[in-house]
């Protein structure tokens, strides 16, 4: 039981991995609007996954309400790709991701993968750590660049110009025609 806050409640219990069901997406869409600052694009792939026959959409449950998502992705006859791994903020670091990831190395190896793949951001410690413990290994790093074109680029610095005035662009600018 905890008591840290003066009331007495059960500890979690060990969460339930099943397939997603429709009626799964609000309750999931909603703890994945806090992944990342700028939104998140689970609820564009929903349905694609939800209907993917190949491979196996699942959820991670407590007490019946879904706090947890992982898309298993066949990418061939023996290759799996993990996407989507996600875990309500609330229920973080209570062993919601590690179930999932279980449940759907499991599912990868049912549907014929000898070896499974993910992606995870590279200043995800603990996901990688996690990762880890299931036998990935990095095998490539992305770093990402980011920068306003219009306001760091050079104005002098222009495109070629193929004789079609909506191809003739200079940075920072126009140049050619009006059409341009």
Sequence with gaps: MDVSDGERREAPTEPRVRPARPEDRDAVLAFCARTWSDGDYIAEVWDDWLGNQRGVLLVATLAERPVGLVHVRMLSADEAW?????????VRRQGVGRVLTSRGLVAARERGAAVA??????????????????GFT???QVTYYEAAAEATAPASRTATCDGRASACRRVGGRAGSAAG
């Design 82 to 90: 993990l996407e989507g791994i996600r875990v309500d903020p609330a």
């Design 117 to 134: 793949r993910l992606f995870t951001m590279w200043d995800n410690v603990a996901a990688q750590a996690m990762f880890g413990a299931f």
């Design 138 to 140: 990095r095998i490539a």
